[in-house]
Each structure stands twice: as C-alpha cells, then as structure tokens.
C-alpha cells in the first residue's frame, strides 16, 4: 500500500497521491496522463480527478504501479476491478505490473482458441478469478528476459505452456517451448513470433490475426515525439542488432495497425502509417 507518511511534497493537494517509493517506470503515468506527471525523476499528482472516468483511470494507474506508491486517503479499494481492463480485438491489460520487470506490461488475449497471457504480471486473486472465469490460459508467451515476473506462477495455476526464445531460456527455466534463429515463426495459425535481437539477445515480438503486434521492450509509441521508438539506452545485447532486427520487421510484408508495448507507450493506427514510422525509426536508429 502507499504510504501517506512517504507522499511527495510535489503532489497537488488532495485525495490521491504518490510516495516517493516511485521508480519511475512510467506506467502509471500511461494510465492517467491528464493526472499524473513527473517531478524530480518521481510521478506526481499534478491535479486531481474530477469526472468518474478520471476516477477510474486513477484507479487504473493505482493497481498498474509496481511499487504500490499510489494511494487515496479516503478509499483503499476500487468501487469496481480495474483489470483486466478492455483494450479492445480480445486483447485486456492485466495491470499488476511487477517490480522486477521494471513495471512492464502484460496483456491476457481471450480467443476460443484458448486464451494466451503475454508476459508476467504479479501474481493475485484480483487476476487468477477473472481469468479463470474467462477459460484460463492455454499458453503464456514471454517477450524476453526481463518482463517474466510471475509468469512461471499463472502458467502453474492455469497448465499452460510456456514461449520463450531459446537465447533468453536461463531467465525462464520453466518454460515448455522454444523459439529458435532469427527467422519469423508461426506457432498458431494466427499468431507469429518474430525474433528481434537487440534488447536483449532473445527479444521476440507477436504477432497476433495477422495485424496486433505484442513489441515487449523492442518497439513502443512516444506521444511527445508522435512516432515510434526503440530505447538505446536499454538495448542490453546490441542497439546495431536491433536495428537489424526491426529493419527486417519493416521490410517484410507484416503490417500491424495496434501496438502493445512492454515499456513505454502502446498505440493504434493504420498499416501503412505504422509501417512508414517503422521505416522512419529504423532510419534514425
């Protein structure tokens, strides 16, 4: 829980705030922008939620941070569960982001086929029940390294398999299926694994009915800039093998028109649009 003792002095007054336990992952500030900034390195209340969607995004951004520094002073728990919250094509946001995944991201896709978990959120009743209710998890499929959080916990509960490419196995010893090499995989019909070392020597993308992209840490959206990034200063294995690694990616004939991120900004525009900014960010890198 946040503590009220810890809040940052930078917090506008009233009800909600954050501590200064904040790590700075973003993710909060993704879930409410209109409400929540950044001072010193630390998110901050900038104003508070007036209308009751702005509540819910509150709430949102509240279970979304991995380090528990967002609290209310008068209430401690939702009117109603945030997540899995509705992103749309089947796809939920799981929120519960863990800490040593940095606050990354994990998405729950529903399908008849059996519903898939993209990397590792925290481990809680507050997700077990409503994935259960919606069928379980025939599969979990893992990014990379660093965004497996309680990835191995769900997969027990649910019996699902486990997707990791080979290179990145020693982060994730209970996985069940490997991908291999650097050629674009199909392990479904309608879903492809699309190797992209760079982050990290294993970085695989998924590509889900052929345009909804799952981009881990490899690719994300940057609403300040309005283009899409690739984060250098992060690219663990090597910053020239990502840009390899997405050059073939936009050269080949995918084309994605939604984008869920890991780290930084998910996004949705047309095809074209999006295989133009990935031109255009393949040029710059």
Sequence with gaps: MARPAERHPANVDGDWYVDTRCIDCDASRQMAPTLIGCAGGQSVFIRQPETAEEHAAAWRAMLVCPTLSIGNLRQRRPPSPPFPFDEGDGVFRCGHNTRDSFGAHSYLIVREQGNLLIDGPRFTRELVEPIAARG????????????????????????????IHHDDRSAAPFATDFITGIEFTPLREDLLALPVPGHTRGSTMYLLDGHILFTGDSLAWSPQHEWLIAFEDASWYSWPEQKRSLGRVADSPIRFDALFAGHGWSHRDNREQLNQQLQALVARM
Excluded at 136 to 143: E, K, P, Q, R
Excluded at 153 to 162: D, E, I, K, T
């Design 136 to 163: 379980g998890l025939s599969d979990v499929l893992l990014t990379h390294r660093d965004d497996i959080g309680d990835a191995a916990r769900y997969a027990a509960q649910f019996g699902a398999r486990v997707w």
